[in-house]
């Protein structure tokens, strides 16, 4: 824990890590912003450059990055940190309690932070690759990029702590090269500085020869890593992230107004952008293979960011019980380092699919954005509740929610209008991940409704009777179960029915085990409470939705405790064994509930069960989602009755004695 709390403070190494680990996806945006605002009439790029475009576009991408970015993440939202973590799924855990339809803006964010994540790979690669194309007009850019796609996700499952390593110099070599490029042509022109004047934004979106929203669709890009910046708030603590910001938007600012500059030099032509992408016109021809080196690794870096962001945001969903269970591994000792090979695999696809299908980095400019202003949206409404939680005055908050709901409901229309071109492609993969989680957390809300809970100290004697049974055979000396119930004074009726009558099992100690999983990200505590003095006891963990549930480690762990304490003796009964002080055998048991077929759930219901039924052949069993040692399992499937035999109506008729022949 010491080590996540040096990485809070503010030091030159925090800065350092950073800029490698948070910047990747804004700081790569300079190389397709521009090129999109020109380009944006969807015209071949046919249309010439004027000064109205070029000084507009400086001012939007200026004022979209200061209100945006600066005020609303930086500013603003970088305050809701859960104990040092951000995040969607963090901020949906600390406003939770405020009201049950939160967890929809949670879901669909997280959803649309995760589509994102199969583009902006794809964008950023083919960006800086397709640089080359100066040197080499007929170079096979798709093969390449997927080459460098196909590598990265290979290596994500060696962990990479130590690529990290090397992250932040890199970042700061980049961010430092566009700003020195940027001002090379700022001094050669110094009048550009007037761009930043929000008239010149105003006057663009108002003028009747360009498309507002095609215009805002294509500035928005330059805005669209700030997600990444609240999201990653745990790993470098707010104050690193709000300083090494000022380097980067005073570069990234920097690099914008040089190729505003180098624009208004070919004021009323035409030019072909993708190929002289403006990024790299300002680069001297010496130092152009440089640029496209530095700026590939750079997208590569801003790719890795995304990723790890994905690994992170689908742990958090499983703890949360919004997405199925799935294998997450902890390849290094770092903290926070986690891979989940499903997802890496189904991201790798993904990006795979998206170069394929849009071959150009241009033609994925369309299918940018969409996803990422749907989490926008969702992050503001989260935040409005956060800021009501911290009592701050309601008409703070409701400016708040009206500016962003305004800026970035004006930015989501502009990005709609690229639906046609591609922006179908992320929202419907948002749709598919959405289905997933909406349908796991409804699943489970269904099942819990039929769970029947009854009081355990009504079985008190009947249990601590049949321990000392001898005609009963012994089952194991220790028997574990797992159990939802959320108060020890209940227990599920189908634990008592699987002690009692599914062959009765007799123990030494039966204990019951139940994992709260609460808004604090790291937070390890237990409770213990003894329903029997040692006979029946109960284990309750409160984990925290970032902490691995390795329930089998943990209850050793509790265990070793207690007989420590003298608090419970573990040793087997049998005289043999006992005489030896020989530990006695550990069984865990997990009930599954299987739905059996029933006709109390609406068409809906039924349809979220059937695909529940196909999430749960692919996803992991509770078992080995617990961590639990599979040799000491077992699993016991019940049915979730669902109908009970008062509502069935059949009757008796008496048998006719000449029915026999």
């Known amino acids: 824990m010491s080590n996540h709390k040096d990485l809070q ?17 804004i700081g790569t945006s300079p190389l397709y912003v521009f090129k999109a605002i020109i380009g944006s009439e969807h015209s071949s790029n046919s249309q010439p450059i004027t000064q109205a475009l070029v000084l507009g576009g400086v001012s939007l991408i200026f004022w979209t990055l200061t209100l945006q970015t600066t005020l609303k993440y930086v500013v603003i939202t970088l305050r809701a940190d859960n104990k040092g973590e951000g995040g969607i799924f963090s901020l949906f855990s600390l406003v939770r309690r405020k009201a049950k339809w939160l967890i929809v803006p949670a879901v669909v964010g997280g959803c649309a932070l995760l589509a994102d994540g199969i583009i902006t790979p794809p964008i950023t690669i083919s960006s800086a690759i397709e640089g080359l194309q100066v040197y080499y007009p ?18 994500q499952q060696f962990g990479t702590s ?14 430092t090269m566009m700003g020195v490029l940027g001002l090379s042509y700022i001094i050669q022109s110094p009048g550009i500085l007037k761009a930043l004047n929000p008239y010149y934004a ?37 104050d690193n992230i709000r300083i090494s910001w000022i380097y980067v938007k005073t570069c990234l600012v920097f690099n914008y107004l040089g190729q505003a500059v180098w ?11 993708s190929v002289n ?24 870096i801003a790719s890795q960011a995304l990723i790890s962001g994905s690994f992170t945001l689908i742990a958090e969903a499983v703890r949360l019980n919004l997405w199925p269970k799935v294998r997450i591994n902890y390849p290094s000792e770092q903290k926070g380092q986690l891979y989940v090979p499903s997802v890496n695999w189904l991201l790798c696809a993904g990006c795979i699919g998206v170069v394929l299908l849009f071959q150009h980095s241009a033609k994925m400019e369309a299918a940018y954005g969409l996803s990422i202003t749907v989490a926008m949206l969702m992050t503001t409404i989260l935040v409005s509740k956060f800021l009501q939680r911290k009592k701050i005055p309601a008409y703070i908050i409701g400016t708040f929610l009206v500016l962003y709901l305004l800026i970035e409901g004006t930015f989501l229309m502009g990005n709609l209008v690229k639906f046609v071109h591609g922006g179908w492609f992320t929202l419907s993969i948002g749709l598919v991940l959405f289905i997933v989680m909406w349908t796991w957390h409804t699943a489970r809300r269904i099942k819990n409704r039929y769970v029947k809970f009854i009081e355990i100290d009504d079985y008190f004697n009947i249990i601590k009777e049949m321990s000392e049974d001898e005609s009963v055979p012994k089952y194991a000396s220790q028997l574990v179960y797992l159990t939802s119930a959320n108060f020890n004074s209940e227990i599920e009726s189908k634990i008592i029915y699987s002690i009692l009558q599914k062959q009765p099992k007799r123990a030494d100690v ?3 085990v139940h994992v709260d999983v609460v808004d604090e990200p790291y937070k390890r505590e237990y409770e213990v409470d003894f329903l029997v003095p040692g006979k029946l006891i109960r284990i309750d963990f409160k984990l925290g939705f970032r902490v691995e549930q390795q329930i089998n480690l ?46 109390n759930l609406s068409f809906f219901e039924r349809v979220i069960m059937f695909i529940y039924g196909e999430l749960k052949k692919v996803s992991l069993s509770e078992e080995r989602n617990f961590g639990l040692d599979l040799s000491f399992v077992t699993v016991e499937k019940v049915p979730l009755m669902l109908t009970s035999p008062d509502t069935v109506n059949i009757q008796r008729v008496t048998a006719s004695p000449h029915g026999r022949i």
């Open 138 to 155: 007929q170079l096979p850019t798709v093969q390449i990029v997927i080459a460098i796609i196909a590598g990265l996700f290979i290596i």
């Open 162 to 175: 130590l690529v990290g390593k090397a992250f932040g110099p890199i970042m700061f070599i980049w961010f």
């Open 510 to 512: 039966y204990w019951l």
């Open 554 to 599: 943990l209850f050793r762990k509790v265990v070793e405790d207690l007989v420590k304490g003298g608090e419970i003796d573990i040793t087997s009964q049998y005289p043999s064994l006992n005489k030896h002080k020989i530990v006695g055998d550990f069984r865990f048991v997990v009930i599954e509930k299987v739905l059996s077929r029933s006709h």
């Open 277 to 300: 992408n403006p990024f790299y016109k300002i680069m001297p021809d010496w130092f152009l293979i440089f640029g496209i080196g530095i700026a590939t690794i750079a997208a590569v």
């Open 263 to 273: 624009l208004l030099q070919r004021e009323g032509k035409v030019i072909d952008l």
């Open 9 to 25: 403070k503010l030091t030159a190494a925090g800065l350092l890590i950073s800029l490698g680990i948070i910047y990747g996806d």
């Open 202 to 238: 105003y006057q663009l979106l108002t003028s009747s020869t360009y498309d507002a929203f095609i215009i805002l669709g294509a500035v928005f890009l330059c805005t669209t890593g700030a997600e990444a910046l609240y999201s990653d708030l745990g790993h470098c603590g707010r």
